[in-house]
Structures are given as C-alpha cells and as structure tokens.
C-alpha cells in the first residue's frame, strides 16, 4: 500500500460548492415536476443539515431518478468563490472529499462541479472524531470506493468549525469561514498554499 506524506480532505459544501445556489436551483427544477414541492422553504427551516433524500421520498421522489434529468436541466457553475482555481493548482496533491449527508447528493454536488476526486460521505457529523478513528500505527488508513490509501497526515478543510475541533493533533484543520476566529482560520480558500 502506498503512503502519502499526506491526503488533503475536502468537504464539499459552503466550502467548494455554492450550496444556497444549488438549494435554489433544485427548488427551481423540483417546482417545475410540482408546484407543491418547496425544498427552498424546506431547506431554509433547518439550513445547514437539510436532509433532501428524506425530502424527496415525502413526494415519492428518488435522487436516482432526479439527477440525470437535473444535470441535464440545469448549466450553473457551482463553485465557491475561487474554488475552481484552487482545486486546479492542487495537481499532483491526493485529494480526497470528506463531506456529511447522503452518498448521491454529495456525488451530484461533484458531478455538478465536473470533479473526478475520490468520495467519502459520512453521516458522522464530527469529523474530526471520524478521522481520529482512521488512525492505525502513526498512519492513517483512508478508504473510499473500495481502495484503501494511508497517509501520514491528513489536513481537513471545512466551513465547520465543529468538524476541525476533535482532530488528532497531527492532522491540521483549517476552517474556511469569513467569521472565525479559529486558529487556522481562512477567508480566502487560497491560503491553504500558505500551510501545504
């Protein structure tokens, strides 16, 4: 097995994916099938941990059936700020997307994106925790899509502060959010050239 001097985990939303944006959208999409679906109100009740699987089946509705057509539906460029760009330069870096929710929205949210990078979704919503538990004789074991990688760090960029304060002390979280005063904070997802 290969051993990475280290693995960068991405988490998907508000962090490289324009999450309002695509809420508004799939509302949009959704609302044209049936006016009486209202994901954007939905959403907008509990914001950060919508579940849309859950949503959808109250409409007898399936995200297998939905994101083929929405793909095709829908020309929006969802990238976060500069996010493109910075995902462009990480070339030659393993980078693996850490994100929470439901294995197909988090698969369409990178489909949406054009991204080809390795997917882990979770339903832990303390990351930090998560990756603690991947920690196997000073390397950590990383799976997704039936491969295993190590690496000797992993440095986990999230908008949740939450997600970064259960880290091993060994990894470094950097928290991508204009409002922190944590202590890797950045407000421009650029500065994470400044740790790497």
Known sequence: MKIFDRIILLDIDRTIFDSDKFVLEFDKFLTAKNPNIKLKQASDKVKNNFDFVTFLSQFELKIDDLAAE???FNQQDYY????????????GEKVVCLSYGDRKIQALKLKLLNLDLPLIAT???DKGQLIASWEQNGVYLVKFAGETVAARQLILI?????????????CLGLHFNQNSTYKNQITDLAQIFDYL
Request: charged content about 30%.
């Open 70 to 72: 929405f793909l095709a």
């Open 80 to 91: 976060l700020g500069n996010a493109k760009q910075v995902i462009g330069k990480l070339k």
């Open 123 to 125: 339903d832990n919503q």
């Open 158 to 170: 999230d908008d949740k502060q939450s997600n970064l304060d259960n880290l091993p002390d060994d």
